[in-house]
């Protein structure tokens, strides 16, 4: 999840300073962070397995699918910030992490509206905006990098708990905060969204002047 505004913003916003050596010395394939990614990558079939095991809707399987979606989050939160502090960013880690970060909630959205448990709007408004987004980080990459929001933050926090909730068999009470839960996911999700897309047009408008600028001054100086 993140770009995204979670750990993989964390990564692409790492400058090459950070890396051990500068631009032209890229850490190894093989860090933490990058198992980290790959591992997320591995559970990806393994959850959907889990999640439509016994029917779909036998809560032991649903339960141990949740463990799986648990430890898919709990390692998208790591990942990118501890590249990001060890100097460990890497080409694979820019594009890999979001990848993975897609392809667990995607899976998991997917899913649930296959069986039933979700409404597929939700899981198309929240597939369209993640997938745009991240299109539209690298729309503008060349410009510069968008950083993650707070509200990002809060999305990506919120949709994840949200969806894990409606992953597990849950009656009463809890089956309504969940519905309430994804309410405000999708809320954030929206607003956030429209928040990047603001972002990115300030972002290109300001690299694109600045480039003019640039054009501009070597002009005068190739006249001089």
């Not at 051990?20 to 962070?33: F, H, M, S, T």
């Not at 799986?68 to 990118?80: K, V």
């Amino acid at each position: 999840m993140n770009q995204t505004s979670g750990g993989g913003a964390a990564r692409t916003g790492a400058s090459s300073a950070s890396q051990p050596g500068g631009a032209g010395d890229e850490p190894g394939l093989w860090n933490i962070p990058n198992l980290l990614t790959m591992l997320r990558l591995v559970i990806v079939p393994i959850f959907a397995a889990l999640l439509f095991a016994g029917g779909g809707h036998d809560p032991k399987w649903r339960a141990l699918a949740w463990a799986s979606f648990a430890i898919a989050m709990i390692t998208d939160l790591y990942d990118g910030e501890l590249a990001r502090r060890m100097g460990l960013v890497t080409d694979f880690g820019k594009i890999a992490d979001p990848i993975a970060d897609k392809a667990i909630m995607g899976t998991a959205l997917i899913g649930l509206s296959v069986l039933g448990d979700l409404a597929w709007w939700v899981t198309v408004v929240i597939l369209v905006r993640e997938i745009g987004i991240t299109l539209m980080r690298f729309w503008v990459i060349r410009f510069g990098v968008i950083p993650a929001s707070r509200g990002g933050k809060l999305k990506t926090l919120t949709q994840g708990i949200a969806v894990g909730m409606y992953v597990l068999i849950l009656t009463g009470p809890l089956a309504s905060a969940r519905w309430w839960l994804m309410g405000a996911a999708v809320v954030l999700t929206v607003g956030s969204g429209l928040d990047y897309v603001r972002q990115a047009v300030v972002l290109r408008r300001a690299g694109l002047a600045a480039r003019a600028g640039q054009r501009a001054a070597n002009g005068q100086a190739g006249t001089a």
